[in-house]
């Protein structure tokens, strides 16, 4: 399963170089994923169990604020 996303991060990585912040998004915790998509470039892995949104809406919005401040 994370293989198809850790190949995206990837091919992003010279987007993630030049700062942009890319969340990986899932609906339950994976202490394997979690690292090998941080690993591989994510700014940050948000578990969005149920479609509770509101943690993800907080996460994006402080990610596109430091890219904002650097």
Known sequence: MW????????ELSEAID???PVLV???ADDR???RRSLAAGARD???VP???YEELV???GNALDVRDIQ
Do not use: P, T
Request: charged letters at 20%; a positive charge; zero cysteines.
């Open 3 to 10: 293989e198809a996303a850790i190949q995206i991060l990837r």
């Open 50 to 52: 149920n479609g509770s």
């Open 18 to 20: 030049s700062g942009l």
């Open 25 to 27: 998004i899932a609906d």
């Open 58 to 60: 907080l996460r994006l």
């Open 45 to 47: 892995f948000v578990v």
């Open 32 to 34: 394997a994923g979690r």
